[in-house]
């Protein structure tokens, strides 16, 4: 039966929840406070730069293909993908930089240098990573939560121990390899899904299977070409967008989500779906006595990274760079300290660059080269201009001093995106960039859930809900959603 559905966001969830539910013959709505699609993945064009200014990376492709193909496509058909050689480059200092190939034997032999039988036991190690990536896929990440015993049953007791659950990556990964700079390659993403390597579970090794065996991606155009070809899918399939109209309240009626009110008026729905930051959906959006999470729920919840973000475009080419370029400082856990142990602005911070115009030549000018630098700090940190301009000096000069050219007199654009930035554009919990860590206890049933437990017909999708973080994980959280409201 044909349902009236509105989705609050046009992120990646919104759109794919959109696209899947207009497909299977809803009346769709997705209404917007922004004057596009994208959410986090916006992108920002000045004096002839296009910057992504969320995500950059584009992994899991399975992920992608999975929905494309529900959609009735494939990505092949709907983006120009690249995938990136070298996958990334590493700086372990300003004299100590590797580049991670795009194929594995060669990835091999770089372990090799990094300790004897390196490679031997990077294949045992992606050999058992692969392995849990297919039984994490099949029989976990594709799957709702909604009751202990869906997480804490006899199959998940025998697999969670084979999929490393139950241990932090940290510990796992030393079981392993006993070089400072293997280990750095192979836990670095954790920062990107919103913990720290001794805080998340090591079932995330399974992101070395995705970066070193399933490749690192590009599609030309930036990730805001992937947004622009979901919106065209779900707008083909019939789903409507309504653009600059935030969403003031959810109207419920009798314990029922029954529409959504913008400024512009109500627009009435038989199922609410939620993709904005889930604390602002319950704090500011429904009434008190509709909330599922306290403020003490909240309080005690160990919040992803927020992010210190240069935007920066060069009148020339930057040498050093490739497409992905990590800086990983020699004591990076005590980077990761101050982001959740003892939350400030770090002193000698770990960092990323991306150089999207080392592969693509429409996001600069011609000769002029786009980075951007980004840096995982803490949550709730207070974002003032003096401070930022303070931090900014420190990372120019570190960067200029790791690769041995000069930046600043390069710099012809340049733009700054931090913790208030993330609350006024998102909403975004003490401008979290990221939403929950992932910690054993916000795994799976111990995130926030789906569906309302209060509101019927209320479902949340995004990166506070379950698998997690990232864009792969935020569409497989939408399908989760799309796929209960179709059953």
């Given at each position: 039966?044909?349902?009236?559905?509105?989705?609050?966001?046009?992120?990646?969830?919104?759109?794919?929840?959109?696209?899947?539910?207009?497909?299977?013959?809803?009346?769709?709505?997705?209404?917007?406070?922004?004057?596009?699609?994208?959410?986090?993945?916006?992108?920002?064009?000045?004096?002839?730069?296009?910057?992504?200014?969320?995500?950059?990376?584009?992994?899991?492709?399975?992920?992608?293909?999975?929905?494309?193909?529900?959609?009735?496509?494939?990505?092949?058909?709907?983006?120009?993908?690249?995938?990136?050689?070298?996958?990334?480059?590493?700086?372990?200092?300003?004299?100590?930089?590797?580049?991670?190939?795009?194929?594995?034997?060669?990835?091999?032999?770089?372990?090799?240098?990094?300790?004897?039988?390196?490679?031997?036991?990077?294949?045992?190690?992606?050999?058992?990573?692969?392995?849990?990536?297919?039984?994490?896929?099949?029989?976990?990440?594709?799957?709702d939560y909604q009751r202990i015993t869906d997480f804490f049953n006899r199959r998940m007791l025998v697999e969670g121990a084979r999929l490393n659950v139950f241990t932090n990556l940290d510990r796992y990964v030393r079981g392993f390899f006993d070089s400072d700079r293997a280990r750095k390659v192979l836990e670095y993403s954790m920062v990107f899904l919103g913990g720290a390597p001794d805080n998340t579970p090591a079932l995330y090794n399974i992101m070395s299977h995705v970066d070193l065996a399933m490749g690192v991606w590009y599609p030309m155009g930036g990730m805001g070409a992937v947004v622009t070809s979901m919106q065209r899918l779900a707008e083909a399939a019939g789903a409507r967008f309504a653009f600059n109209q935030p969403v003031r309240r959810i109207v419920v009626h009798d314990g029922r989500a029954v529409g959504v009110e913008t400024d512009a008026g109500i627009i009435d729905a038989d199922i609410v779906i939620a993709n904005a930051d889930y604390h602002h959906v319950e704090?500011?959006?429904?009434?008190?006595?509709?909330?599922?999470?306290?403020?003490?729920?909240?309080?005690?919840?160990?919040?992803?990274?927020?992010?210190?973000?240069?935007?920066?475009?060069?009148?020339?080419?930057?040498?050093?760079?490739?497409?992905?370029?990590?800086?990983?400082?020699?004591?990076?856990?005590?980077?990761?300290?101050?982001?959740?142990?003892?939350?400030?602005?770090?002193?000698?911070?770990?960092?990323?660059?991306?150089?999207?115009?080392?592969?693509?030549?429409?996001?600069?000018?011609?000769?002029?080269?786009?980075?951007?630098?980004?840096?995982?700090?803490?949550?709730?940190?207070?974002?003032?201009?003096?401070?930022?301009?303070?931090?900014?000096?420190?990372?120019?000069?570190?960067?200029?001093?790791?690769?041995?050219?000069?930046?600043?007199?390069?710099?012809?654009?340049?733009?700054?995106?931090?913790?208030?930035?993330?609350?006024?554009?998102?909403?975004?919990?003490?401008?979290?960039?990221?939403?929950?860590?992932?910690?054993?206890?916000?795994?799976?049933?111990?995130?926030?859930?789906?569906?309302?437990?209060?509101?019927?017909?209320?479902?949340?999708?995004?990166?506070?809900?379950?698998?997690?973080?990232?864009?792969?994980?935020?569409?497989?959280?939408?399908?989760?959603?799309?796929?209960?409201?179709?059953?």
């Amino acid at each position: 039966m044909a349902q009236r559905i509105v989705i609050i966001g046009a992120g990646f969830g919104g759109l794919s929840a959109a696209g899947l539910l207009a497909k299977q013959g809803h009346a769709v709505t997705v209404v917007e406070q922004l004057d596009h699609a994208g959410g986090r993945a916006t992108v920002w064009e000045h004096d002839g730069f296009r910057f992504d200014l969320g995500p950059s990376w584009y992994l899991m492709p399975d992920v992608y293909q999975r929905w494309f193909h529900q959609m009735g496509t494939s990505a092949e058909a709907e983006l120009d993908l690249r995938r990136l050689s070298p996958s990334y480059r590493v700086y372990f200092g300003a004299r100590d930089v590797v580049d991670v190939p795009a194929d594995l034997p060669a990835t091999l032999d770089l372990f090799d240098t990094f300790e004897p039988g390196g490679g031997k036991k990077l294949e045992r190690y992606l050999e058992r990573a692969a392995y849990q990536y297919g039984v994490a896929m099949n029989e976990f990440v594709y799957r709702d939560y909604q009751r202990i015993t869906d997480f804490f049953n006899r199959r998940m007791l025998v697999e969670g121990a084979r999929l490393n659950v139950f241990t932090n990556l940290d510990r796992y990964v030393r079981g392993f390899f006993d070089s400072d700079r293997a280990r750095k390659v192979l836990e670095y993403s954790m920062v990107f899904l919103g913990g720290a390597p001794d805080n998340t579970p090591a079932l995330y090794n399974i992101m070395s299977h995705v970066d070193l065996a399933m490749g690192v991606w590009y599609p030309m155009g930036g990730m805001g070409a992937v947004v622009t070809s979901m919106q065209r899918l779900a707008e083909a399939a019939g789903a409507r967008f309504a653009f600059n109209q935030p969403v003031r309240r959810i109207v419920v009626h009798d314990g029922r989500a029954v529409g959504v009110e913008t400024d512009a008026g109500i627009i009435d729905a038989d199922i609410v779906i939620a993709n904005a930051d889930y604390h602002h959906v319950e704090t500011r959006l429904l009434e008190p006595r509709y909330r599922q999470y306290s403020d003490r729920y909240w309080d005690s919840r160990v919040i992803a990274p927020s992010a210190f973000i240069l935007y920066l475009g060069l009148d020339r080419p930057v040498e050093g760079l490739a497409h992905h370029t990590l800086f990983l400082q020699h004591d990076w856990m005590d980077h990761f300290n101050t982001i959740f142990r003892r939350p400030a602005w770090p002193d000698r911070p770990s960092y990323y660059v991306c150089a999207a115009s080392k592969t693509d030549p429409g996001v600069a000018p011609a000769g002029a080269e786009n980075i951007f630098v980004l840096v995982p700090v803490a949550a709730g940190l207070e974002d003032t201009d003096a401070g930022r301009a303070r931090f900014e000096a420190m990372i120019l000069d570190d960067l200029e001093h790791q690769l041995g050219e000069p930046i600043r007199d390069r710099i012809v654009v340049r733009r700054s995106f931090a913790h208030r930035d993330f609350t006024a554009r998102y909403n975004a919990y003490r401008g979290t960039a990221l939403g929950l860590a992932h910690t054993l206890r916000q795994t799976a049933l111990f995130r926030p859930r789906h569906r309302s437990k209060t509101v019927r017909g209320l479902y949340f999708t995004g990166h506070y809900t379950h698998p997690g973080v990232g864009v792969p994980m935020t569409l497989i959280s939408s399908q989760l959603v799309a796929q209960e409201i179709g059953a």
